[in-house]
C-alpha cells in the first residue's frame, strides 16, 4: 500500500478550439502535473486544417473535427459537437480560440460548466480585434480575462485577469504576443478554480453574478503604465 495521500478524481475537460491552439497546449501542459485537479480528455475543431489539433495528438488527446458546415443550422452542429463531448464523459468545456456563437441551447446545457478566454480585460474591448482597437483608443493598459460563458458574447462571470502594460511603439501583433503569454498563464489558473469548485458563481440582490474564489490574494500594489 502506498503512502501517498489519494488523489481526488481529476474534473474531465473537453477543449473546443477553431485555430492554432495555443491555449489550448497550455492547458494540456498544467493538467500533466499529478496535482492539477483537470484532464483534458479531448479537443474538439470546427475546422479540420486548425494547427491545434495535432498539437494535441502529439501530447496524446483524442481529437475530433466536428465541421460546422457540415450541418444544416446550429443546433444539429452542436448536438453533433456535444455528443461527441459525452463520448468522453466530458464535464466541463473550455473554448480556446473557438471561433463559433453558441446558441442558448448549449450555453444552458453546460451552464457554469463552460468557459472562455478573450484577449482584453472584459468587460472591455468585448469582439474581435481588441488589440487594434485598445491601441487606437490609447490605453495604457490592456489584459486579458477568463470567464464564464453567458448567451451574450464577451459576457459572463469573470473568473480571472491578467494586466498588461501598453508601450508607446506597441503594434497590435506585439501587444497580442505579450497578452497571449498572460493567457498562457491565466487559462490553466482560471480552469484549475473551475475544476477544483474553488470559484464560485454567486448572484447579488439584482441578479448580477460575479465569481468569488475564497482566495485572501494580494490587495496591495498596481500595474502603474507607463512607469
Ligand atoms: C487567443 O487570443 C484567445 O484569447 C482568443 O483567440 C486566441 C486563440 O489563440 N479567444 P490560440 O488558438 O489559443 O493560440
Not at 446550429?74 to 463559433?100: K, N
Not at 485572501?216 to 507607463?226: C, D, F, K, Q, W
Request: charged share 20%; hydrophobic share 50%.
Amino acid at each position: 500500500m502506498s503512502d501517498a495521500a489519494p488523489r481526488l478524481a481529476k474534473r474531465r475537460v473537453g477543449v473546443l478550439i477553431s485555430g492554432g491552439g495555443s491555449n489550448m497546449a497550455a492547458l494540456i501542459a498544467a493538467a500533466r502535473d499529478p496535482a492539477y485537479p483537470a484532464e483534458i480528455v479531448c479537443v474538439i475543431s470546427n475546422v479540420a486544417s486548425a494547427g491545434g489539433l495535432a498539437k494535441a495528438e502529439a501530447a496524446g488527446v483524442a481529437t475530433a473535427v466536428v465541421d460546422h458546415k457540415a450541418f444544416p443550422d446550429r443546433e444539429s452542429f452542436e448536438r453533433a459537437v456535444v455528443a461527441t463531448l459525452d463520448r468522453h464523459d466530458v464535464e466541463i468545456v473550455a473554448l480556446a480560440g473557438f471561433m463559433r456563437l453558441l446558441t442558448p441551447w448549449f450555453i444552458a446545457r453546460w451552464h457554469d460548466r463552460l468557459i472562455n478566454i478573450h484577449p482584453a480585460l472584459l468587460p472591455s474591448y468585448k469582439g474581435l480585434h481588441t488589440h487594434a482597437r485598445a491601441l487606437a483608443d490609447g490605453v495604457k493598459i490592456v489584459g486579458c480575462t477568463v470567464h464564464y460563458v453567458r448567451p451574450e458574447m464577451d459576457v459572463g462571470p469573470i473568473i480571472v485577469q491578467a494586466a498588461v502594460p501598453v508601450a508607446d511603439d506597441d503594434t497590435a501583433d506585439t501587444l497580442a504576443a505579450r497578452v497571449l503569454t498572460q493567457e498562457h498563464r491565466i487559462y490553466p489558473l482560471a480552469l484549475a478554480r473551475v475544476a477544483s469548485g474553488a470559484a464560485r458563481v454567486v448572484c447579488d440582490a439584482e441578479g448580477r453574478e460575479r465569481v468569488v474564489t475564497d482566495l485572501a490574494g494580494t490587495r496591495e500594489g498596481a500595474l502603474v503604465s507607463p512607469m
